[in-house]
Antibody, heavy 120, light 110 residues
Framework: EVRLVESGGGLVQPGGSLRLSCAASGFTFGRYEMNWVRQAPGKGLEWVSDISDTGSTIYYSDSVKGRFTISRDNAKNSLFLHLSSLRADDTAVYYC?????????????WGQGTLVTVSS | QSVLTQPPSVSAAPGQKVTISCSGSNSNIGNNYVSWYRQLPGAAPKLLIYDNDQRPSGIPDRFSGSKSGTSATLGITGLQTGDEADYYCGTWDGSLSAVVFGGGTKLTVL
């Protein structure tokens, strides 16, 4: 059974930093691209970042570029997101999601999410 | 506002059919495959449709997807109260080098 479990969320002050983790199990983690997707309270889904299976290719949304860093440790089946220079509008539930490919790409498994609240 | 455009809400009676549209452009839907996700209240999103019209195992054939040009459509037949949720379309945008989602559509089963 595929499982994705996020952790590391919490309350942080504006300008602060946080590191989110996603523990993966039930599949060969190192063979899949992984992504972070967030959802602000009462809002829709917003893509944050993508990392290739080897970590060699990374994409960020314009809203987080230069402030967030995605990384992975395939030996530990783990995905990370380092958030810095946090702003109030970064407040959201952050989901880790597996990015699969058939003819196109899609998110076939999602974690339960971890809440990040940026507030003084 | 979102790169992909969805109606904010749709509604229909139990047992009826509903469609949810997702409109984009050549840089996203026009040249990439579309996926659809359902998000029940308080839960994580779940994949409903991938590759425009394919259902993952476990998704009933009441759910269907299609794509034409720069628009995609999710269809749900035999509506049940348990289908009340938010529905999102998503795809890759080659011009933005980013995954893009629609703003979401809230389905109400009256």
């Amino acid at each position: 059974e595929v499982r994705l479990v996020e952790s590391g969320g919490g309350l942080v002050q504006p300008g602060g930093s946080l590191r989110l983790s996603c523990a993966a199990s039930g599949f060969t983690f190192g063979r899949y691209e992984m992504n972070w997707v967030r959802q602000a309270p009462g809002k829709g889904l917003e893509w944050v970042s993508d990392i290739s299976d080897t970590g060699s290719t990374i994409y960020y949304s314009d809203s987080v570029k230069g402030r967030f860093t995605i990384s992975r440790d395939n030996a530990k089946n783990s995905l990370f997101l380092h958030l810095s220079s946090l702003r109030a509008d970064d407040t959201a539930v952050y989901y880790c999601a597996r990015y699969s490919y058939n003819r196109g790409y899609f998110f076939d498994f999602w974690g339960q999410g971890t809440l990040v609240t940026v507030s003084s | 506002q979102s790169v992909l455009t969805q109606p904010p809400s749709v509604s229909a009676a139990p047992g009826q059919k509903v469609t949810i549209s997702c409109s984009g452009s050549n840089s996203n839907i026009g040249n990439n495959y579309v996926s659809w996700y359902r998000q029940l209240p308080g839960a994580a999103p779940k994949l409903l449709i991938y590759d425009n019209d394919q259902r993952p195992s476990g998704i009933p054939d009441r759910f269907s997807g299609s794509k034409s040009g720069t628009s995609a459509t999710l269809g749900i037949t035999g509506l049940q109260t348990g289908d009340e949720a938010d529905y999102y379309c998503g795809t890759w945008d080659g011009s933005l080098s980013a995954v893009v989602f629609g703003g979401g559509t809230k389905l109400t089963v009256l």
